[in-house]
């Protein structure tokens, strides 16, 4: 960013001039306290791994820790190695190569997005469980009795890998798609054949984001509460919960937090140095696109192979989900769908204007305030996608009660106040998808270019003026994509929502879990139908982003 | 000959991208494709580098037929080498990787040596272990040069290889690199929109448009002889002035007779359509045909100049309102709106029969 030139400093536009001498660091001030809402709950876990509490660590390291510490180990491996093999496979042979379908593949791979991890997994069990309808079936037509168990390690795995490696294959097909067929080529006139050449060339090119793509994907896994819940799998997301529930202690569950915090920092880490190596690798411009053409078997063993995913991971979850929709509707959709309807909509609605409005103040508070204040400030404001939900949770709620606590002893209030209200669970709302808001209005924003300022200045219009007419209209589009998205996030979200509401304020995501937690698939089938339906939004903006 | 294309075509969804193209190249020669975007030059090359089928003729590389219609001898196993518009470096690879990629299955000692000697030749000792996105755009050109001339390469296809570089670096680095092909006895072909490139670069040029080859020649020919008219109105500069021919090598135009007695070129008498006395037809005039000369009772009205340095190019007009362009040396400066004196000095008179 440059600094403006003298001559449009002293032009006479009073309106721009005087609102900035005015208030000379209130852009800075907004986004310090942006990122103080981020700030202040991760700060307040990490301490609680500062001051250990003695009788709660020899508890958690006696009976919980190392069960926790391998169980999420294995599973962070093997949804890695899963979403990396399925989604770098599924891209690599739909962006390069040319079999039936494979227009129609390259976007429905996606739809697996729509359906939250915790569908699919009690989907999953519903239908593969002792008394489901495979197993049953098995035992009555060939007597099969041996069935490996599906509530195990390699379920859990196998339930991930399919809801979350659409990250890597999205990441991964735009890699290959605009260089993947190219390198090919060049690796061909060298003398490497297209196979040689995808492990040579292609794939080293891609590592930055197919390691990107499995990063996020592992932060969903590590974020995870529902999945791990349905399948009985003890990770420090449902240890959390326990301990805030079931054993309500705040201490054990900020401990367990504070764990967590670290390793979630890791990932964090690990995901921004490969966003900053994607900047420099960018190799070559699209060019003539030639598809391989795949002899009739292999392209047809490609066919059956997408199709395959995409049955395991969108169809067979959203026709069993109708089918069981079907059987309940009946007696399931009446005033009390509509109330989870509501709530679920009410907090989506505030989340996604929230998340809007503050997402644009901290961008263009960076645009007005170029420096690294603000690039310190906007990096910590939107660490929040990376935070699990039972640890946000826990951090916001600890300073709430705190200033509760203070409000009660200097006698202003009787009773707690804030920590039975909205608040917290929209705080937590607000940090966790900040980023999800972010990243599209920030992007726009940069392509409102200091020139565009200038014209308009240099048109007569600037100050208010300016934002009104120029800003807001060409950031527009992108403020709706941004709410669209947290709008959609905070419908689908569990954790947060279990831990914080206040009494009363059941969403649709909460009924799954209730449902779920009773065994009744079939009662839990109408509200994850409607979070499916609503997931569809996104990724249907999202093809058509990608298909411009 | 090293490579022949014999009427090859090429269509692709019921469109033709290539008509009929054949044209042959002597080892060590430099060819170059020279047309308009779109014209379908960039498809011969990745039709000879064996990336896209053709479905008519044959494609023949050092005697041995490489593509027919069904056919495709894959890219890998042809050994030619292909230096890529926008260099298509690997960008995890430094660049002595990126150089010494094609020589897989040698020794590291000669592959080193190999890498060394290509550095030393594109003068770029000293930057093995920098990364594509450290280099300047002619260095990165430099390193995808050296890149395909590594594997010793049959033929080497370079397309548009120097449009990613400002007007300066181009033209040295045009010759530059022709140098260091003809040093390296490389066969190559060379795509490229501009002509001046292509003068540059090319021993033969061959003039595409519409998928066809209009006119394989030496850049001398493209400009003094061009084949039809599309080849003269994108080579080079000129007008063309209605002509009547009087007999086989006599015609006459408004700024007097044209003589064309040439011995070894082509007559008036051989052109289709202007056997016969009193035809008219469009001549075409270059701008150094027309002389400026004070002496000359020939006049003509100033209308635009452009200021070249060495030159200026005078467009003029004739009292019958036809234009003409002239390159007058600078010094001799006149005010537009004056007129000013001309004579023809036509040494190569090239007649196209008029539209109808």
């Not at chain 1, 984001?209 to 995870?224: C, K, P, R, Y």
């Not at chain 2, 011995?263 to 701008?287: D, F, H, M, Q, S």
Request: glycine residues 8%; hydrophobic residues 50%; neutral net charge.
């Amino acid at each position: 960013m440059h600094h403006l030139p003298k001559s449009t400093v002293k032009a006479p536009t009073a309106g721009a001039f005087t609102f900035k001498f005015r208030f000379p660091s209130g852009w800075t001030i907004t986004a310090i306290f942006i990122a103080s809402l981020t700030l202040i709950p991760v700060t307040v876990v990490m301490c609680s791994l500062l001051t250990p509490e003695r009788e709660i660590w020899s508890h958690l390291l006696q009976f919980q820790l190392p069960e926790l510490i391998s169980n999420t180990f294995w599973l962070v491996l093997g949804v890695g190695l899963g979403v990396v093999l399925l989604g770098v496979s599924l891209a690599w042979i739909t962006a390069v190569c040319e079999f039936p379908g494979r227009r129609y593949f390259s976007w429905a791979l996606l739809l697996p997005l729509a359906i939250p991890a915790y569908v699919t997994a009690f989907v999953a069990i519903g239908l593969l469980d002792f008394i489901g309808p495979i197993q049953t079936l098995a035992r009555e037509w060939w007597g099969l009795t041996e069935f490996p168990p599906i509530r195990s390690r390699g379920g859990v795995i196998a339930v991930m890998t399919l809801a979350l490696y659409p990250y890597v294959y999205l990441i991964t097909r735009n890699a290959f798609s605009t260089q993947g067929r190219q390198a090919l080529e060049v690796a061909q006139s060298l003398g490497l054949s297209p196979t040689v050449g995808f492990f040579r060339v292609a794939l080293p090119m891609a590592r930055p984001w197919i390691a990107g793509g499995a990063m996020l994907a592992l932060m969903e896994t590590l974020a995870d509460f529902g999945t791990v819940a349905i399948f009985n799998y003890d990770t420090f997301t449902t240890a959390i919960y326990k301990a805030w529930f079931s054993l309500f202690s705040l201490q054990a569950a900020s401990q367990l937090a504070s764990i967590l915090i670290v390793f979630v920092l890791v990932v964090l880490l690990a995901e921004q140095q490969t966003r900053t190596r994607m900047n420099y690798t960018q190799a070559g411009k699209h060019s003539v696109q030639a598809r391989i053409h795949l002899s009739s078997t292999c392209a047809w063993m490609a066919t059956g192979y997408c199709f395959a995913v995409l049955t395991l991971g969108f169809i067979v979850p959203v026709t069993q989900l109708l089918l069981w929709t079907l059987e309940i509707i009946g007696q399931d959709f009446d005033v009390r769908y509509f109330d989870f309807f509501w709530h679920s909509l009410i907090l989506a609605t505030f989340s996604a204007l929230l998340a809007g409005s503050f997402s644009l103040l901290l961008s263009y508070s960076s645009r007005q305030r170029p420096g690294l204040a603000l690039r310190i400030a906007s990096r910590i404001a939107t660490i929040g996608y990376a935070l699990p939900g039972t640890v946000l949770a826990v951090g916001a709620f600890v300073p709430v009660a705190w200033l509760d606590n203070r409000l009660i002893a200097m006698g202003w209030i009787q009773t707690p106040l804030l920590q039975g209200s909205l608040m917290v669970m929209l705080t937590a709302y607000l940090i966790r998808f900040l980023a999800v808001a972010h990243s599209p209005i920030d992007s726009q924003m940069h392509r409102i270019t200091r020139n565009v300022d200038e014209a308009s200045r240099s048109l007569g219009i600037s100050g208010s003026r300016l934002i009104a007419r120029v800003h807001l209209p060409m950031l527009s589009g992108s403020l709706l994509t941004a709410a669209t998205l947290v709008f959609v996030d905070v419908m689908k979200e569990m954790p947060i929502t279990l831990m914080t509401r206040p009494f009363g304020w059941d969403t649709l995501a909460v009924r799954v879990f209730e449902m779920t937690a009773a065994g009744e698939w079939n009662r839990a089938a109408l509200p994850a139908i409607s979070l499916v339906l609503i997931g569809l939004v996104p990724v249907i903006l999202l093809t058509r982003y990608r298909s411009r | 000959m090293l490579l022949e294309l014999k009427h090859v075509s090429q269509s692709y969804n019921s469109r033709t991208v290539l008509r009929n193209l054949s044209f042959a190249l002597d080892a060590g020669e430099i060819g170059c494709l020279l047309g308009p975007s779109g014209c379908g030059k960039t498809t011969v090359l990745r039709a000879i580098a064996g990336f896209e089928p053709i479905t008519n003729g044959e494609i023949i590389l050092n005697g041995q037929q490489v593509s027919s219609p069904g056919f495709t001898m894959p890219a890998e196993k042809r050994r030619i080498g292909m230096v890529f518009q926008d260099y298509a470096l690997f960008p995890h690879l430094n660049v002595t990787a990126n150089v010494g990629f094609g020589l897989h299955g040698q020794p590291r000692t000669q592959r080193n040596k190999r890498v060394d000697e290509l550095l030393h030749t594109v003068g770029l000792e000293g930057s093995g272990l920098a990364y594509p996105h450290e280099l300047s755009g002619g260095q990165q050109q430099r390193v995808a040069l050296a890149r395909a001339l590594a594997p010793c390469p049959n033929l080497l296809l370079m397309d548009e290889p120097f449009s990613n570089l400002d007007v300066d670096l181009r033209e040295r680095l045009s010759l530059e690199v022709r140098d260091i092909l003809k040093q390296q006895g490389t066969t190559a072909i060379v795509v490229t929109h501009d002509q001046h490139e292509a003068f540059a670069m090319g021993d033969v040029i061959g003039v595409m448009q519409n998928g066809e080859i209009q006119q394989w020649d030496k850049a001398y020919n493209l400009y003094h002889v061009p084949a039809n008219r599309f080849v003269a109105d994108f080579v080079g500069q000129g007008v063309f002035l209605p002509g009547k021919v009087l007999n086989t090598n006599q015609v006459e135009i408004e700024l007097g007779l044209l003589y064309c007695e040439i011995p070894g070129n082509r007559t008036l008498a051989e052109r289709k359509g202007i056997k016969c006395k009193n035809t008219t037809v469009e001549v075409l005039l270059r701008p150094d045909d027309i002389v400026h000369d004070d002496a000359s009772p020939l006049l003509a009205l100033v209308e635009h100049k452009a200021f070249r340095g060495a030159d200026i190019l005078y467009t003029l007009r004739l009292p019958s309102g036809n234009r003409v362009l002239s390159l007058v040396p600078s010094h001799h400066v006149h005010a537009i709106g004056e007129q000013i004196g001309i004579r023809l000095e036509v040494d190569h008179v090239i007649t196209f029969p008029v539209d109808s």
